[in-house]
């Protein structure tokens, strides 16, 4: 953890580069810093995922809107401060890649942090060794 998944309506593929979005918003993710200047989220943790909706309905239906909802899920002990760091940093991310579009259509942007005891969490990566120097 952390993970930040993307769900966006289908009409703003051909319209975004997505995979650019989501490199964007892991390096954003890689350069928060908590009060004492140390990292946040570990580089072999950190994962974004973007998935376009099959189906959707927007708004009244009356025009071709579109919607872009990201909910970053980050484990437990950071501090409110940390958690507001991260989610403007990422808005900011999000919004200057979508600016092009905003000028072009509708858009809405949803952006949620969730943090919580979880019921289960297991874990097999051979990922983080990679990164433990980091």
Request: hydrophobic share 40%; glycine share 8%.
């Amino acid at each position: 953890m952390p993970h930040l998944v993307i769900l966006y309506t289908a009409n703003l593929e051909p319209e975004t580069d997505m995979a650019a979005l989501c490199r964007s918003l892991a390096d954003t993710m890689l350069a928060v810093q908590d009060e004492a200047g140390g990292r946040v989220f570990p580089t072999g943790g950190t994962r974004v995922l973007a998935y376009p909706a099959a189906h959707s309905a927007v708004a009244d239906g009356k025009a071709d809107y579109a919607f872009v909802y990201l909910n970053l899920r980050m484990g437990r002990g950071r501090s409110e401060a940390t958690h507001k760091r991260a989610g403007d940093a990422l808005l900011m991310a999000t919004r200057t890649h979508f600016q092009p579009v905003f000028m072009r259509r509708h858009i809405g942007i949803t952006l949620h942090i969730d943090e919580g005891p979880e019921v289960f969490d297991a874990k097999h990566s051979n990922l983080h060794p990679l990164f433990s120097s980091s």
